[in-house]
């Protein structure tokens, strides 16, 4: 059976490249019903951490990533030792200083990338290496040889950075007598600029993404993006329609840029396409982490908040920065909207409060109805009054319609906000 690994290190949170990496071999496994380990490398006791594992396992279920195995290398230390215990009594390696240390006899490297055909290797940087450290731990390269051959790996899905420690992985399987897996080596994943991808540069963890307001569905739809894409070049897909096109051979072998701004475009999508009532669930946390209590307003009227902005926000964080004015009266006016307010329209603003109470039913159409007659009457272009009305309902000079607005708004708090800009100007 075939079989493909994601092995993270828990000495911090999990990183958007190491997220697309999990996210292929996934796909992988799903495509062609191979089992998928996740093995944690956390022989390095001074920079694991027990909440990076935890922030690590929940971001990938989160993702929607499930695993059918998951190991841990620092119970898996008396392996290791026996293995480094064969290839001493072989000769093929020395103890120095407390350490194992393997000695290379090199040849000539060639492996088939899946991705990038044949690569060879003529020599190596050195001629040793240690392959269990004088604390007892296990070096990267040792310990992922022995995983990957004990555990039944068939298929090594990684990043490019990796094609180094490839042709010393092959002769440590070599001389252990293991049997080699295929290697698929992924595109690196660059900053706009160019460079790698860093945090000072903008967010680079699941999590960040997460408290963003990102949804799981656009996350992985971009990632596999950064690498790959159907061949009839759609881009926005479900994670059934990629396992069903997906093709190692299909991924591509230039780096790929990473842009904020693509994300952003493709969580639209998604938010947009998705329904009042998920999004409701979802938009509910956002807004009590910005303090906003909902449990005394009603789920219809949240319904109505969320119908007016859905086709405008790009992520669930804008949604609370957007709309709200709707869930709080006291609100600061933006400099743009204070420029608006800044004429006096106190007799206009007058006018319409006595048309806006004498509605019975206080529909958009109704209003807008009203709202143009009045307009007219006073001599004035409808935008005289729109954008005022709308800086001192919002407190904002966009948004979305007025109309529609005012009547999520209700009369009340309408007529409410009225009265308050007109001591504004």
Known sequence: MLKVRFAPSPTGFLHIGSARTCIFNWVFAKKYNAKFLLRIEDTDTSRCKPEFLEEILESLRWLGI????????????????????????????????????????????EFEDLIRGKIEFKELPKSTEVLIKSDGTPTYNFACCVDDALLGITHVIRGEDHISNTPKQILLYKSLGFQIPQFAHLPMILSQEGGKLSKRKGATSIREFRE????????????????????????????????????????????????????????????????????????????????????????????????????????????????????????????????????DLKKEFDLLIQRFNAIEDFKSAVIEQEFRILVKELGLQARDLIHPVRAALSGKRVGPSLFEMIEVLGKERVIKRLEKAKNFM
């Open 66 to 109: 499930e695993w059918d195995e998951i190991v841990y290398q620092s119970k898996r230390l008396s392996l290791y030792k026996e293995f480094a215990e064969k290839l001493l009594r072989e000769g093929k390696a020395f103890k120095e200083d407390g350490a194992y240390i393997f000695r290379y006899e090199f040849e000539k490297v």
């Open 212 to 343: 963003e307001g990102f949804l799981p569905e656009s996350i992985v739809n971009y990632l596999l993006l950064l690498g790959w894409s159907p061949k009839n070049n759609v881009e926005v897909f479900s994670l059934e329609e990629a396992i069903k096109l997906f093709e190692l051979k299909d991924v591509k072998k230039t780096a790929s840029m990473f842009s904020i701004e693509k994300l952003r475009w493709l969580n639209h999508q998604y938010i947009k396409n998705m329904s009042i009532d998920k999004l409701l669930i979802l938009i509910k946390d956002f807004l009590q982490k910005e303090g906003i209590d909902t449990s005394g307003i009603s789920l219809e009227y949240v319904e109505k908040v969320i119908d007016l902005f859905k086709i405008r926000i790009k992520t669930l964080k804008e949604f609370v920065e957007f709309s709200k004015y709707f869930f709080v009266d006291d609100f600061e006016y933006e400099e743009e909207a204070k420029k608006l307010l800044m004429k």
